[in-house]
């Protein structure tokens, strides 16, 4: 028990260690290029000189969602989950080595791996933070978990809006619509709720039993 539960809090550290990090990294990269943040979407930074930090962070991200996912697999219950966790970091990895194209390009092969990749990321994050909510409704994280999963499904309407928009004929340029306030809330929203199920995957199958009124 003693080296499960030593194993269980070094992967708790690792994962919250790269979550650090990878912030870090995307705080850095915002600086340095000095964008606009309202309008120019993160993705748009892989443009600048010092791009090759945004692959960096999002490879930072996914190593956390793996030893966070994995944490949670361990759990024959929360494996559901886990899976969701596990496409999310894999989804991170596939928006950092598949560039989006730039503003005006038509829709390249990586563009298009880029865009749908980020969009399976923004939906399977708060589903599954959704799922470890209502089962672990009595813990102590389920309803920050809750709020987060679901602040982030109501963000992520609105990033998707204009692209419904566009598609019935309303032409929208850049600068009518907040696009970077609404990317960067739906991304802050996906990283708090994997640092929140951290927190849950760190504690004991005997906890999580107890939260549910089982038997131990």
Do not use: K, N
Request: charged share 10%.
């Amino acid at each position: 028990m003693g080296s499960q539960a030593f194993t269980g809090s070094a992967m708790v550290f690792g994962g919250y260690a790269a979550i650090g990090a990878g912030a870090v990294t995307m705080l850095g990269l915002h600086v340095v290029t000095g964008l606009d943040p309202v309008h120019t979407v993160i993705s748009e930074y892989a443009f600048e000189a010092d791009g090759w930090l945004l692959p960096l962070s999002l490879t930072l991200f996914a190593a956390a969602a793996t030893i966070i996912g994995a944490m949670l697999a361990r759990r024959d219950e929360d494996r559901a989950a886990a899976l969701l966790v596990g496409i999310w970091g894999l989804c991170m990895l596939l928006i950092g080595a598949f560039p989006t194209d730039e503003p005006g390009v038509p829709l390249s092969m990586s563009g298009g791996i880029h865009r749908y990749a980020a969009f399976v990321a923004f939906l399977t994050m708060p589903v599954a933070g959704l799922l470890l909510a209502r089962r672990h409704a009595a813990g102590p994280y389920a309803r920050a978990i809750r709020l987060l999963s679901l602040a982030s499904l109501g963000v992520l309407v609105l990033v998707v809006l204009p692209y419904v928009v566009r598609m019935v004929g309303v032409d929208l340029a850049g600068e009518d619509i907040p696009a970077g306030v609404t990317q960067r809330l739906v991304v802050g929203f996906e990283v708090a709720v994997l640092a929140m199920l951290g927190l849950m995957a760190g504690t004991s199958r005997t906890d999580s039993r107890l939260w549910r009124g089982v038997p131990g």
